[in-house]
Nanobody, 121 residues
Framework: VQLQASGGGLVQPGGSLRLSCAAS????????VAWFRQGLGKEREFVAR????????DYADSVQGRFTISKDNAKNTIYLEMSSLKAEDTAVYFC???????????????WGQGTLVTVSS
């Protein structure tokens, strides 16, 4: 599975962005999906995950209520809607898919290349 993330950019505090992650080589309908992020000098951290059937979602406390993960099986694409963005959300965001639904990055099989989100005035 190849994943291509896009949609990052510069946004002011309080603003919104939608990240996309287009998959090819396999259908994401069979996989659990997730977003992680890595700030400068920081370790990669879990942001959000969704079960393969879309029935279960889970968010890091730091983004709960502000971010929404979704996927469109027809378009084979994963999304992360981000609102009320804060400076501390600045990071490279990575999409991932895997067979195990977990917050642990090590269990995800395929990764996108990352897209940079910068929140600054």
């Amino acid at each position: 599975v190849q994943l291509q993330a896009s949609g990052g950019g510069l946004v002011q505090p309080g603003g919104s962005l939608r990240l996309s992650c287009a998959a090819s080589g396999a259908t994401i309908s069979n996989y659990n999906v997730a977003w992680f992020r890595q700030g400068l000098g920081k370790e990669r951290e879990f942001v959000a995950r969704m079960s393969w059937n879309g029935l279960m979602t889970d968010y890091a406390d730091s983004v709960q209520g502000r971010f929404t993960i979704s996927k469109d099986n027809a378009k084979n694409t994963i999304y992360l809607e981000m609102s009320s963005l804060k400076a501390e959300d600045t990071a490279v965001y990575f999409c991932a898919v895997g067979s195990i639904l977990t917050r642990l990055s090590a269990h995800y099989l395929y990764w996108g290349q990352g897209t940079l989100v910068t929140v600054s005035s």
